[in-house]
């Protein structure tokens, strides 16, 4: 069984203000444990920062071995990664992240991440973080993580991506594709790579970002509408669909709609979620 922690489900950049407080408003950054294993995490959003102070409150002052833990990011757009460096437990000797992501066109992913954590756009560089971040590229094949198998499958976006399934050894899976373009002139057509990935899981985490006049307008932005959402998990034949990676400019009031939306779609044929900030299920049961 795998259990799933939201801390972030933004995507495009943070928003704070009292109509979104009830979603939340930090990007995307999901917690996955897998019985007492090290954490698996789904992006660095500004999420993760929230993460770390969930660690930091679970300790309760009291003296914890060093943060260890593997990162599965999607891909590098900012709303992804910027939480790094504002994971509090990579400020601790001993501490050690294995960050798992796209091969880069020209550059290394490390590179790519030294090229925003360092000043002007950081006060100190990647490298000052006492805590160490192993680079692992990877854009389509399978490894294996502890207590864990994970699929990774490049998806449809704007730049490298890569979508991700992680199946427990013990049982239960979960699909991670929060950045995935609709194709533009025929909505039920889903690539072999998602639905490889989501073919089916337990939970189909998917994004959901517009509704179909703003699609219309965004059509190359490189996301999906609520209905395509709803197209995936019905193709792949999911237990549960999770609507993620909302709009910024959508308010708690809009997602709600949408999470009715897609429940109407669905027609019973799976259960759907609407992602918000702190919401905790597993891979067997519903939202607890």
Wanted: net charge negative; hydrophobic share 40%; glycine share 10%.
């Amino acid at each position: 069984m795998i259990d799933i922690t939201f801390y972030g489900v933004r995507g495009s950049t943070p928003c704070c203000c009292p109509a979104t407080a009830g979603i939340g408003g930090n990007t995307s950054c999901v917690a996955l444990q897998i019985d007492d294993l090290d954490p698996v995490l789904l992006d660095l959003g500004t999420g993760l920062r929230y993460f770390g102070e969930h660690l930091r409150s679970a300790a309760n002052g009291n003296e914890s071995a060093p943060f260890r833990g593997t990162a599965l990011v999607t891909h590098l757009h900012w709303d992804h990664v910027q939480g790094l460096p504002f994971f509090v437990p990579l400020l601790e000797e001993g501490a050690s992240l294995t960050l798992v992501g796209p091969a880069q066109s020209g550059s290394t992913l490390r590179e790519e991440f030294a090229c925003f954590v360092k000043p002007p756009l950081f006060p100190v560089g990647l490298d000052v973080l006492p805590g160490s971040v192993e680079f692992v590229e990877a854009r389509s094949g399978c490894i294996t993580i502890d207590g864990a198998d994970v699929m990774i499958r490049p998806i449809n976006h704007v730049g490298e991506t890569n979508g991700y399934r992680v199946e427990s050894v013990q049982g239960g899976s979960v699909a991670y594709i929060p950045d995935h373009q609709q194709p533009i002139d025929d909505p039920t057509f889903v690539s072999p790579e998602a639905l490889e990935l989501a073919r089916g899981v337990d939970v189909l985490i998917h994004d959901a970002q517009y509704d179909n006049d703003e699609f219309d307008q965004k059509a190359t932005w490189g996301h999906s509408t609520i209905d395509y959402a709803v197209e995936v998990a019905a193709q792949a034949e999911v237990g549960r669909l999770v609507l993620f990676h909302h709009d910024p400019n959508h308010d708690d009031a809009w997602v709600e709609r949408a999470g009715e939306r897609a429940t109407d779609l669905a027609q019973g044929r799976f259960d759907v979620i609407v992602a918000s900030e702190g919401l905790s299920l597993n891979s067997a049961t519903q939202a607890m």
